[in-house]
């Protein structure tokens, strides 16, 4: 088949995408997380009497709980096909990055499945967050100085 013939193909049979009202439901996705969030510090630290900080900490770890059991019981895949990135994009989504891998490769056993495959693809972020943690960390330490 000619390139063109097939260019043409593909084009014909590929869904399109609306990518305005994707960009709308992440941004309002988006931000209902970010509301979630807050709400989730704001009663953590009235009911348990602690600081806004610390209040912080708890709700990452709830915000990861959520979305390792959300992706453990398969719903997590569906309600990012509605949501678009809205839930990829905030810590939800690299819990869920880790959980799916470590359930794809469990069979395998801890070390060579689970622990040899569950940072496939959350190793990346892992990597460049740290290595641009510390590029920003030495430019602030050389433009403020300490």
């Keep these: 088949m000619e390139k063109n013939k097939y260019k043409n193909l593909v084009a014909k049979h590929t869904p399109k995408e609306n ?8 941004f309002v996705v988006g931000g209902l997380m970010g509301v979630l969030g807050q709400g989730l510090i704001d009663i953590y630290s009235y009911f ?3 600081s806004t900080s610390d209040a912080a900490m708890l709700m990452i770890v709830t915000l990861v709980f959520l979305g390792c059991f959300l992706t453990c019981l398969g719903f997590f895949d569906k309600l990012v096909h509605f949501t678009r990135c809205g839930l990829i994009l905030p810590i939800t989504g690299f819990a869920h990055a880790m959980m799916s891998a470590a359930l794809e490769y469990r069979k395998e056993g801890f070390i060579t499945g689970i622990g040899a495959n569950m940072f496939k693809l959350a190793g990346s972020v892992i990597i460049f967050g740290v290595v641009s943690a510390y590029v920003f960390g030495l430019l602030r330490l ?3 100085g300490g």
């Design 19 to 26: 990518i305005l009202c994707n960009g709308l439901v992440a």
């Design 48 to 50: 348990f009497n602690i």
């Design 142 to 144: 050389i433009i403020i």
